[in-house]
T-cell receptor, first 111, second 113 residues
Framework: NAGVTQTPKFQVLKTGQSMTLQCAQD?????MSWYRQDPGMGLRLIHY???????DQGEVPNGYNVSRSTTEDFPLRLLSAAPSQTSVYFC??????????FGPGTRLTVL | DAKTTQPPSMDCAEGRAANLPCNHS???????VYWYRQIHSQGPQYIIH???NNETNEMASLIITEDRKSSTLILPHATLRDTAVYYC??????????????FGTGTQLKVEL
């Protein structure tokens, strides 16, 4: 199993650009989620999904969209990038009550 | 979810036991204590979780006080590779709204020679 994979590893955007961060898991997990981590801080939940076709907002959803068309994939879209979205983004997956498995992260810089 | 309090940093000599405390005085009866760690620049890694009994796995032991208001994560023989930020998280086993984790700022454990 590859576990949780994220692409790209690094990305630099200009203010106003849009992009999609990819996340995939091969463990057939129901739950997937996106977190962001700013320097010196803990992770904060952006959006999560409890299954294909079902998504919901987390603690800091503004400026981000998600969709879950398959069990395996959970992309995160930045609609119009802002410098405040400079962060490290982690995707995670897990079963209903099980532990969560995190991807290696995407380091995003918005100029 | 109940809030947790952890010391911001701790040091430990390699080969010695690392004991990381966590205070969760407002924990509810249906909430579990989870521990994750984050090695520099990597995604968080699950370590262990428990409800009220002490738990042990290949990575660590978790000691929960009888009143469940605090717990201690024990790494029995710390190595340099255990240097990381350790997060103590309290949450219900069944969250109903997804497998959400609320991260605080954790404890930075530094293991030294």
């Amino acid at each position: 199993n590859a576990g949780v994979t994220q692409t790209p590893k690094f990305q630099v955007l200009k203010t106003g650009q849009s992009m999609t961060l990819q996340c995939a898991q091969d463990m057939n997990h129901e739950y997937m989620s996106w977190y962001r981590q700013d320097p010196g801080m803990g992770l904060r939940l952006i959006h999560y999904s409890v299954g294909a076709g079902i998504t919901d907002q987390g603690e800091v959803p503004n400026g981000y969209n998600v969709s879950r068309s398959t069990t395996e994939d959970f992309p995160l879209r930045l609609l119009s990038a802002a410098p405040s979205q400079t962060s490290v983004y982690f995707c995670a997956s897990g079963s209903s009550t099980d532990t969560q498995y995190f991807g290696p992260g995407t380091r995003l810089t918005v100029l | 979810d109940a809030k947790t309090t952890q010391p911001p940093s701790m040091d430990c000599a390699e080969g010695r036991a690392a004991n990381l405390p966590c205070n969760h005085s407002t924990i509810s009866g249906n909430e579990y204590v989870y521990w994750y760690r984050q090695i520099h620049s990597q995604g968080p890694q699950y370590i262990i979780h428990g409800l009220k009994n002490n738990e042990t796995n290949e990575m660590a032991s978790l000691i929960i006080t009888e009143d469940r208001k605090s717990s201690t994560l024990i790494l029995p023989h710390a190595t340099l590779r255990d240097t990381a930020v350790y997060y103590c998280i309290v949450r219900p086993l069944f969250t109903g709204g997804g497998n959400k984790l609320t991260f605080g700022t954790g404890t930075q454990l530094k293991v030294e020679l």
